[in-house]
């Protein structure tokens, strides 16, 4: 199958990521249906993707191929690939692909978009289960390049190969990760970091707007076009291997979330939603973050699309 030419998609759940996820497969010329139970966020759908044409700048009839639907069964028809972006939970995302199976060719694709639920266990009472991925998408779907490709211990390698080349034709930088573990790569990575920034805070090492500074400021600057492992190749090994035997046994190994955290959570300081977290927030200052963001990652993803090699290694 050519996954270059038009391919009909479904998307389970029409939320924060499910709009995203139509949309950037809509952008590339493909059709996606989407299911989305609850009407007012069906409802809201059209203005959520017409907000992502405007600020991509884009010909807001790509949106004619999108469709939503209350009905599963409609969604489905003819579908190549299912995107299951419903609620993290795992009994409600192993009842949807139960429901999905029998309404779908025994070889559409099933791609997961769980943060931390292995598909294994999604697709775990399924007939065909050698077509049930992970697909990881970060959010905004539609403008941050990566996706995690989880081959779970069922996965086909052709499959694997197939939603790679799917994600690659639309602009996506997929990684395939090759066991289905918890947090997959890239949120193992970002919680290692937020653990030992969690801790520094806790310590009194450094205040959380001294944590961000860092990570912006700093390493973090050069991240987006210099992976750690190249940065440990670029100053070399011996160099890691110093730092390492100095630093290494001094890193915070709490088992488990930190009591600081566990702290702020039970005093309802949950972050930008409740005014305070490790920050405190006016409403102005958290859409001033937001909009921060979206603008930067609009911009990035405008000069992908102009440069397709724009930022990357090549
Ligand atoms: N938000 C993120 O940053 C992020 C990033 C990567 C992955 N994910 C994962 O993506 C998935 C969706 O997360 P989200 O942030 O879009 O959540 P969300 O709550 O914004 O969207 C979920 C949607 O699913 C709908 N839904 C509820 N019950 C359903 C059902 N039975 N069938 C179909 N749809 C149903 C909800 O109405 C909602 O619109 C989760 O598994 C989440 O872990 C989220």
């Not at 205040?207 to 670029?234: H, S, Y």
């Not at 955290?261 to 409740?274: F, W």
Request: glycine fraction near 10%.
């Amino acid at each position: 199958m050519n996954e270059q030419t038009e391919q009909k998609l479904g998307v389970v759940g029409g939320g924060l990521m499910g709009h995203g996820i139509a949309y950037l497969f809509a952008a590339a010329g493909h059709h996606v249906n989407v299911f989305e139970p609850f009407s007012e966020i069906r409802g809201a759908l059209p203005r959520r993707l017409q907000a992502i044409a405007d600020l991509l700048g884009d010909d807001p009839s790509l949106l004619d191929r999108i469709a939503a639907h209350d009905s599963l069964a409609a969604t489905m028809r003819g579908a190549d690939w299912v995107f299951e972006a419903a609620p993290e939970k795992l009994a409600l995302k192993q009842e949807i692909f139960a429901a999905i199976e029998p309404l779908v060719a025994p070889t559409t694709i099933l791609a997961s978009n769980s943060s931390a639920i292995p598909s294994t266990e999604i697709g775990r009472h399924l007939t065909h289960r050698e077509r049930v991925i992970g697909t990881h998408f970060w959010n905004p779907p539609h403008l941050v390049p990566l996706v995690e490709v989880i081959q779970n211990e069922k996965t086909g390698a052709e499959i694997v190969a197939r939603t790679m080349r799917l994600l690659r034709g639309v602009g996506k930088v997929p990684v395939h990760v090759r066991r289905d573990i918890p947090g997959f790569v890239g949120n193992r990575l970002q919680h290692a970091m937020k653990r030992e920034a969690i801790a520094l805070v806790a310590a009194g090492v450094c205040d959380a707007e001294t944590i961000d500074t860092v990570v912006r400021e700093g390493f973090g600057a050069r991240t987006a076009v210099l992976g750690p492992m190249e940065q440990a190749d670029l100053v070399g090994l011996d160099l890691q291997l110093d730092v390492a035997e100095v630093l290494y046994g001094d890193l915070d190994r709490t088992a488990g979330p930190h009591q600081f955290l566990r702290d702020k959570v039970k005093a309802g300081k949950l972050g930008m939603k409740t005014g305070e977290g490790f920050h405190k927030w006016t409403a102005e200052q958290a859409d001033a973050v937001r909009n921060r963001l979206s603008r930067f990652l609009a911009e990035q993803a405008k000069a992908r699309r102009k440069n397709p090699t724009h930022l990357a290694g090549a």
